[in-house]
């Protein structure tokens, strides 16, 4: 049966967990290691990468692999599609296009994401609603130098999150959170009071280190989101 990568992280996460590498060990090199679970190298690349990425290990060029002392606990952050989070509540879908532009990407999103001085992007204004009730305002930018077909995709049918993710995957994402206060529009179209604060989420998503998308989302007083480590 062949070796897959999953098969070494496990092993290896197994011989920390039960202290045979304890904190601070050096564990063998990828070529040794390679040799003992009798697969190619690149597998056990993989196991270790990943366990690095989960905090569990740290590698370091020329010094090889240990593990950590203190293993980073990372909190992970879905990126879902808005439909299915509400439909996920039991609660029915709908969803509403406020407003859409085309024309040059202003100074801020060119700075903020690197785009280029002409760089054209189409600027979206979404609702969306659970069981008839204000859910989440979406304010959305998407590069067209990167993905062109945006201009004659149907919003007004599909909210961009969906195409997003039915068209290019993401590479990169940077997720801020915050409290917002409602103005006059947002207080207007998740029907609370100018003023209350809102949660509020920034993201921009890159492919290959080119920008894809940066938006801003707007919930309603008492949203909650939850994370998992």
Same mark, same amino acid.
């Given at each position: 049966m062949r070796t897959t990568f999953r098969d070494v992280k496990s092993d290896i996460l197994a011989k920390i967990t039960l202290?045979?590498?304890?904190?601070? #060990?050096?564990?063998?090199?990828?070529?040794? +290691? *390679?040799?003992?679970?009798?697969?190619? =190298?690149? #597998?056990?690349?993989?196991?270790?990468?990943? +366990? *690095?990425?989960?905090?569990?290990?740290? =590698?370091?060029r020329k010094a090889g692999t240990r593990v950590r002392n203190a293993p980073i606990r990372q909190a992970r952050f879905d990126i879902p599609v808005v439909r299915d989070e509400i439909e996920s509540q039991n609660s029915e879908y709908r969803y509403s296009l406020v407003s859409r532009e085309i024309g040059i990407a202003p100074d801020w999103l060119r700075a903020r994401l690197a785009m280029g001085p002409q760089s054209k992007a189409i600027h979206l204004i979404c609702m969306h609603y659970a069981d008839g009730a204000p859910y989440q305002f979406e304010d959305r930018w998407i590069n067209l130098d990167i993905l062109p077909m945006a201009k004659?995709?149907?919003?007004?049918?599909?909210?961009?999150?969906?195409?997003?993710?039915?068209?290019?995957?993401?590479s990169n994402a940077?997720?801020?959170?915050?409290?917002?206060?409602?103005?006059?529009?947002l207080a207007g179209h998740l029907g609370c009071l100018s003023g209350q604060p809102l949660f509020t989420i920034e993201r921009s998503t890159w492919w290959e280190k080119k920008p894809i998308t940066f938006v801003r989302l707007f919930f309603c007083p008492g949203h909650r989101m939850t994370t998992r480590y």
């Open positions: 202290g045979v590498w304890g904190p601070g #060990t050096l564990i063998p090199n990828e070529v040794d +290691l *390679a040799e003992t679970y009798g697969c190619a =190298r690149a #597998t056990v690349n993989r196991a270790v990468r990943e +366990l *690095a990425d989960e905090g569990i290990v740290e =590698r370091r004659d995709a149907d919003f007004a049918m599909t909210g961009p999150n969906e195409w997003l993710v039915s068209t290019i995957p993401f940077e997720i801020s959170f915050s409290a917002s206060v409602a103005d006059e529009q």
